[in-house]
């Protein structure tokens, strides 16, 4: 079993930056693929990057490409999602999911993943 634990999400405005961390615990003792998705009210669940287990691969939803950065440090069992450049359109609910998949590609897909963060709020004021 894997916890996660997301943080640092918050009211800013357009134009401002935010860095979510997720903390994991339990058996976190293995390369895993991660992920970050978002769920806006009214909309379905979207990825907003992911990085493959192998950790050499990263993808950016095209909303995001350039705005945001995802990275981990795996000695804090962390990972991290810096949002620069923050829009309105990306007030959402984020949450950081780990997948025990072995495939070296960023997996885009939530079901692909079995482990889910809490999520976190992030709103951003025009």
């Known amino acids: 079993q894997v916890q996660l634990v997301e943080s640092g999400g918050g009211l800013v405005q357009a134009g401002g930056s935010l860095r979510l961390s997720c903390a994991a615990s339990?058996?976190?003792?293995?390369?895993?693929?991660m992920g970050w998705f978002r769920q806006a009210p009214g909309k379905e669940r979207e990825i907003v990057a992911s990085?493959?287990?192998?950790?050499?691969?990263?993808y950016y939803a095209d909303s995001v490409k350039g705005r945001f950065t995802f990275s981990r440090d795996n000695a804090k069992n962390t990972m991290y999602l810096q949002m620069n450049s923050l829009k309105p359109e990306d007030t959402a609910v984020y949450s950081c999911?780990?997948?025990?998949?072995?495939?070296?590609?960023?997996?885009?897909?939530?079901?692909?993943?079995?482990?889910w963060g809490q999520g976190t709020q992030v709103t951003v004021s025009s």
């Open positions: 999911a780990v997948s025990q998949l072995r495939i070296e590609v960023p997996l885009l897909r939530a079901p692909l993943y079995h482990y």
């Open positions: 339990g058996r976190t003792g293995n390369n895993y693929a």
């Open positions: 990085i493959s287990w192998t950790g050499d691969r990263i």
